[in-house]
């Protein structure tokens, strides 16, 4: 078998078994292959923060270089993740999907190998390619395989999934380090990714029938970039490129110069943060990174705007309702993420050993995932996503301010579990918004941007705790940290935004 036919069969999704295609809850299934690599991703994410210690200790290195372990992983996951978004809709999002599990399970392998630290952060920018195929592709492949009015609970179920990710990564990081080595930290994860790979390819329907031209399902995203048009013109404009039976190489290219100013703004704006934390760079690289994430920032802009296909979308960012919801996604996912970064180091200040730490930050990510399952149901049944996005915001800046106010110990419980509650309230009431309000031949690209937004919310979540930490130490600078949080949180319910169903969504039944 020659390359090109190897190539051809790998690209070429077979449906399920009809057994499982043919059962009515088949749906669940794939919404279970999906949090499979919710939870592997979430997972990585939390549990890195923990090994930093070791991590330091091992390679000799200060705090604001070790970080670079987690915020390589972050940047190239934010670079990709809309690039990927169109590259599926190519050669199909179950594809990418089950190819995602198995550029992170090697990339994991080598980690768990790596000699050096700058070795360890290169397999981590592998790693990021990996989940960047998987979560790209995670909340399009709930929103268009699960009937509309089961769409809610199915991305609540992937929270979930993420937050318990979020909830064992502390605990399971803690007892690998102590017990094994930080290298098991990686290699934890091949298991998992083979799993993946096998519940994918028997669990997922396909996207794109076997024969089927390779075509992108959308339009240009961008019309004139001095006029904007209204909604119902895009949408007609989104119907009519559907109807096309081929798109141009010209319009199925990728935006690569989006692509490049997009890492380097946020690249340059993550190196000024660790510079103005330690980072070994001449005092005057700080305002020239800042200088230079607000030119490129421009420059993206610009450029996404007469892109024939720009990887943030502008005519999706411009539909009613979806601008805030990106940005009530990011500050959720910053939320979300600090306290996992500042609760050990207000912990351990206070001399509380680090397994019990542990434990007790566990109870954020923990109180999350209830929430985003089962916790909604205890609201009223009349209350719209839009009053639970407000209300899961209040409740987590209540959480927060709380968790500031009082000491590091075991009372710090309550804080954590009403923070981590209300989070599961708004983050998965919130990306059903944002979906609602995308049309469903471009659920790809909607939930990669979904996706972007959740990472650079992490990677600013991971940074700002390390700038507030070593500016006014471990016990005021954490403190003055979740003060600010609680007043974002706050922030978060005014954003809020109702908007309306565009389209119908399809289950795929193959």
Known sequence: MNATALASRLLTERPRPRGI???????????????????????????????????????????????????????????????????????????????????????????????????????????????????????????????????????????????????????????????????????????????????????????????????????????????????????????????????????????????????????????????????????????????ASAALTVALVRQERRAARPILAPGLVNTPGVRSGLAVALIGYLLLFCPLVLGPVLFAGAGVSTAHAGLVVTLLPAAFAFAATVGGGLLPQGWSDVTRCRFGALLAAAGLLLFALLPASDVAALPLLLAGYGLGLLLPANNALVMRAIPAQCSAVGGGMVNMARSLGTALGMALSVLGVHLAGAESGGRTVLYLLAAVAAAAALLTRPTRARENRVVTRS
Not at 57 to 72: I, Q
Not at 233 to 241: K, L, N, P, V, W
């Open 21 to 291: 295609a043919g059962w009515r809850h088949a749906h669940w299934l794939a919404v279970g292959t999906v949090c499979l690599g919710a939870f592997l991703g979430q997972l990585d994410a939390s549990v890195i923060a923990l090994v930093f210690p070791a991590l330091g200790r091992h390679f000799d290195a200060s705090f604001a270089v070790v970080e670079w372990v987690a915020l390589a992983y972050l940047l190239v996951l934010v670079a990709l993740l809309a690039p990927i978004g169109w590259l599926s809709d190519l050669v199909g999002r179950k594809t990418m999907y089950i190819g995602g599990f198995a550029v992170f399970g090697l990339s994991s392998l080598g980690a768990g190998f790596a000699g050096s630290l700058w070795v360890l952060v290169g397999c981590r920018a592998v790693q990021a390619v990996g989940a960047a195929m998987m979560q790209a592709n995670s909340v399009a492949l709930v929103a268009r395989g699960v009937p509309e009015h089961a769409m809610r609970r199915a991305l609540g179920i992937q929270a979930a999934a993420q937050g318990l990710g979020l909830a064992l990564g502390p605990s399971l990081g803690g007892l690998l380090v102590e017990h094994a080595s930080w290298r098991w930290v990686f290699w934890v994860n091949v298991p998992i990714a083979v799993f993946g790979i096998l519940a994918g390819w028997y669990l997922l329907p396909r996207t794109r029938a076997a024969g089927a031209p390779a075509t992108v399902p959308g339009p240009r995203l961008n019309g004139s970039p001095r006029t904007p048009r209204p909604y119902a013109s895009r949408t007609a404009e989104f119907r009519a490129a559907e109807s096309r039976s081929a798109e141009s190489r010209e319009d199925a290219r990728v935006d690569l110069p989006g692509m490049l100013l997009l890492t380097g703004a946020t690249t340059s704006l993550l190196l000024a943060l660790s510079t103005a934390s330690g980072l070994p760079l001449p005092g005057w690289a700080v305002a020239a990174l800042l200088l």
